[in-house]
């Protein structure tokens, strides 16, 4: 079988389509990855085949277009967005598409542009939606992302008034998304039902013991645990921070792919009300933290994957992203997460349902956040439960399983 994947963004987007087509390849598929030229050396590292998208990014055009998305405040205006930013390349994006759907059987797309499918459609060929984050499953159990609802409500009412916002929100994305997407030359065909329904099989790359909604859903979703890749470990690093630990667990801050407009000044905040006496690892990530003046006990590093970056953390830092969420889990350490966009206030809150995270408001982390570690290193139930849910994930291999139902799901096609 022939395989496309479709994606665009940063690792968190890109990153777990990476996993799933080593395992269609490793399962004897022929997998071909199209996304941003900023991803072709993890793509091709995986052993896929890597097919270029526009726009032609690289890692600083990158975080100032994640700087701007930040700036917007609602899930809503981000996706919003993401799609303005995308119609200068949308006839482009479609033609190299359609050249590459002629080559396939099967396209698997990011649940965040269901215009790829539409255009599989069109040409007779299967196409699956992969989804990492389950917060764009509607489910009775909570609402859209932007929509609260007082929590005091009875469960009867509460799932009803989840039902009628998830309404509301697809009816208002499904028009956000084609008035942009009627402006491309040639007309792109319009998207229908964003959450419900953009494919007869949406894979949803998230734990099913963990995340899987308590009120049944239609089949079509189909829950098949984390999709995780990650680079080689870096073995020249991991002396040089085995150095700087001294063998013990430190704090670990990584924001990934969230830019800051003063990425000095968060930095020389962060210095001055963390202990002299406490070391903590900052990754320098899209935002380019710098290392701070006289602050040996803050050391930045680089790229780093995270599960070997992980193995040196006493509790980890993060911004609530789909995949260092994931790591953090895997790793069995307990979180706190500063949610600065989209899906990250809904992973924050998942992490405390689970019992192994905390949040903090993005405004004033820098001053929180030394009581804030103390705080969970003092607490032992979260770094046990964290353990527990450890467990759990190892029992789980979402590529596997989603290779298993998406040959299933091209053989009832």
């Not at 193995?311 to 995949?323: D, F, L, Q, T």
């Not at 001053?367 to 046990?384: E, K, Q, Y």
């Amino acid at each position: 079988m022939n395989v496309l994947l479709s994606s665009h963004g940063s690792t968190g987007d890109v990153f777990p389509l990476i996993a799933l087509g080593a395992a269609l390849n490793a399962a004897g598929h022929r997998t071909t990855f199209a996304t941003g030229s900023l991803h072709r050396n993890a793509v091709e590292e995986a052993g896929l085949r890597f097919a270029p998208l526009p726009p032609d990014m690289n890692g600083t055009q990158a975080a100032a277009w994640m700087a701007s998305l930040q700036r917007k405040s609602t899930p809503l205006g981000q996706l919003r967005e993401i799609y303005r930013a995308s119609r200068p390349h949308l006839a482009e994006t479609a033609e190299r598409l359609r050249v590459l759907l002629d080559r396939n059987d099967l396209l698997v797309f990011s649940y965040l542009f269901p215009f790829h499918g539409e255009l599989a459609r069109e040409r007779g060929i299967s196409t699956a939606a992969f989804a990492f984050a389950h917060n764009s499953i509607p489910s009775p159990d909570y609402p859209p992302d932007g929509f609260p609802i007082p929590s005091r409500l009875p469960p009867k009412w509460r799932r009803a008034v989840c039902r009628a916002l998830w309404k509301i929100a697809e009816r208002t994305v499904d028009k956000t998304v084609n008035r942009i997407l009627e402006t491309a030359e040639p007309p792109i065909s319009q998207v229908r039902n964003f959450f419900s329904h953009p494919a007869d099989l949406i894979l949803v790359a998230v734990s099913p013991a963990l995340m899987r909604p308590d009120t049944a859903l239609p089949e079509r979703f189909r829950f098949t645990g984390y999709c995780r890749w990650q680079r080689p470990a870096d073995q020249a690093m991991e002396a040089e921070l085995g150095a700087f630990t001294g063998g013990q667990p430190v704090p670990v801050l990584t924001f990934g792919s969230m830019a800051a407009p003063d990425p000095g000044k968060v930095m020389q905040t962060l210095a001055r009300y963390w202990p002299r006496d406490k070391k903590l690892l900052v990754q320098r990530g899209w935002a380019g933290f710098p290392p701070v003046d006289d602050a040996p006990h803050i050391r930045v590093i680089g790229d780093l994957p995270h599960d070997q970056l992980f193995r040196h953390a006493s509790v980890v830092i993060h911004h609530g992203g789909a995949g260092v969420t994931a790591s953090a889990l895997h790793a069995g350490i307990p979180q706190l997460i500063v949610p600065h966009i989209a899906d990250q206030n809904f992973f924050g809150r998942e992490m405390e349902r689970l019992g192994v995270g905390r949040r903090l408001t993005r405004k004033r982390w820098q001053r929180l956040l030394a009581r804030a570690v103390a705080g969970t290193l003092a607490d032992s139930r979260l770094a046990d439960r964290a353990q527990s849910l450890r467990r759990v994930l190892l029992t789980e291999n979402g590529p596997s399983e989603a290779v298993r139902e998406l040959e299933a799901y091209v053989r009832k096609s």
